[in-house]
């Protein structure tokens, strides 16, 4: 059995204010070259990581645009919500979401904590779960997200999240996951991530696999970004597990169409975000992720005046006014 993996598309109608080039066409070209590797390597199954979409609410035109490509995948593809798929970060919203909209047609075919997938080729049976992004991922027991704690009855399991697994700690407080920490009996034969734009390749210790080829992207500049080229892993599984690194031969270098010139703010702003999330959630248990019932609620809880509730809400509002017009963090 086979299988393609892929991660981080981050698919938009729009070109980064830090890339040179056309994004979209360039993101076209990638994923068409993605699907020719597919259908080359005759894989049973396309993989994604997550953040398929840069958004959850991008524009139709937009998802109509890139639909074909992903309608007429080689091989099914089944992939875990990213941050970027589902509202204010909350895997629930994925039903309001494009890509949740790309499940229910069943393009993409979405992966859920406890909902094994099997895959049955060529004698070989695989068990295939998935992890979506979540507020506490890489703060929480790492065995909950990259160790399903499912009975095995496959001869292969692999399992997909998206999470920010490195094979080095990251600096700014940004919650992360050492991939040496994930190895051992009860992690599945093969774990693959997404999240984490670098990647840090294909990882092997006694028989099992960690792999990150790192995003299709490159939607920020950071240097370490400039200098990497993105690439897929095809999986191929039988008597043993074998993973190789394809890069793809469309990708220009970084320095033709990233531009240094903005300096890298995603990195930061992820990191407030996910603290301020952290916080709210601290303060009450919230169904909702509509941001102005959060600071209503929050407001009431802790008997903020009004006229600092409603301050809030203003600025909330302008930035929401500027979020829609594409002003938003990549
Ligand atoms: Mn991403």
């Known amino acids: 059995m086979k299988l393609l993996f892929v991660t981080d598309t981050h698919i938009r109608g729009t070109t980064p204010r830090n890339r040179r080039d056309n994004f979209p066409e360039t993101l076209k070209a990638k994923l068409a070259e993605v699907m020719e590797i597919a259908a080359a390597h005759r894989v049973d199954a396309i993989l994604h990581g997550g953040d398929v979409f840069d958004r959850p609410d991008l524009a139709p035109a937009v998802v109509r645009s890139f639909a074909a490509v992903l309608r007429d995948a080689p091989a099914p593809i089944y992939a875990v919500a990213g941050n970027h798929d589902v509202y204010g970060h909350n895997p629930e919203t994925v039903g309001r979401t494009m890509l949740g909209l790309l499940d229910a047609f069943g393009t993409v075919r979405l992966l859920h904590p406890g909902e094994p997938v099997r895959l049955d080729v060529g004698g070989i049976t695989v068990q295939l779960t998935g992890q979506p992004f979540h507020y506490d991922i890489d703060r929480r027991d790492a065995a909950l997200d990259y160790r399903p704690p499912l009975p095995r009855n496959a001869d292969v399991t692999v399992h997909l999240a998206h999470g920010m697994v490195t094979d080095k700690p990251l600096p700014g407080g940004v919650p992360y996951t050492l991939l040496d920490t994930l190895w051992g009996p009860d992690a599945p034969d093969v774990l693959l991530t997404g999240h984490y734009h670098a990647g840090f390749g294909a990882r092997k ?126």
């Open 205 to 330: 210790r006694e028989g099992k696999w960690i792999v990150n080829p790192g995003a299709l992207s490159r939607v920020n500049n950071q240097l370490a970004e400039v200098r990497r080229m993105p690439q897929v892993a095809v999986l191929t599984l039988g008597a043993g597990i074998d993973v190789e690194l394809i890069p793809l031969s469309c990708a220009r270098p970084g320095e033709e169409v990233l531009d240094r010139h903005y300096v890298e703010q995603a990195a930061y702003r992820e990191e407030k975000l996910n603290r301020f999330v952290q916080q709210v959630r601290e303060a009450a248990d919230f169904q909702t992720l509509e941001l102005a019932q959060i600071l209503d609620r929050l407001a009431g809880l802790t008997q903020v005046p009004d006229a600092v509730r409603e301050e809030a809400l203003r600025r909330l509002a302008a930035a929401q006014e500027r979020l829609a017009k594409g002003e938003h963090a990549p």
